[in-house]
């Protein structure tokens, strides 16, 4: 299985403050979730393959519910997540081609990229 293509577009969720813009709980905080609904978090690490959660964030949420705890199911999946985006970067999953039509050596490396240009026309 391709989990890059499957976890592409993955969302890392660092901190309880950051505020999810999907499901019943858009809008909301993650501290003001798990404070509603803590197996939330758990149904979403699961369920969706855009949502991961850093170690850092379980550390905040027990600050604020001592007993927290992912399933065993959550943890597999979200360390497959974190494992296929390891590996995307270390295995250089780039495919696309450099273009080289605008390099100028006497422009800053910024000046180089092609969006760059896109507002100079």
Not at 55 to 64: A, F, M, V
Not at 73 to 93: F, G, V
Request: proline share 2%; charged share 25%; aromatic share 14%.
């Amino acid at each position: 299985m391709n989990y890059f293509r499957k976890y592409r577009g993955i969302k890392i969720h660092h901190s309880v403050t950051q505020i999810l813009n999907f499901g019943k709980f858009e809008g909301k905080t993650i501290k003001e979730i798990i404070e509603l609904q803590p197996s939330y978090i758990d149904w979403c690490t699961i369920n969706l393959n855009h949502f991961f959660i850093t170690n850092n964030l379980i550390k905040e949420i027990r600050e604020i519910i001592p007993n927290f705890a992912l399933s065993a199911k959550a943890i597999e999946i979200n360390d497959e997540k974190w494992e296929d985006r390891s590996n995307s970067y270390k295995n250089n999953s780039y495919q696309g081609e450099t273009n080289w039509g605008h390099y100028n050596e006497d422009l800053d490396m910024d000046q180089q990229n092609e969006e760059f240009y896109c507002y100079l026309d």
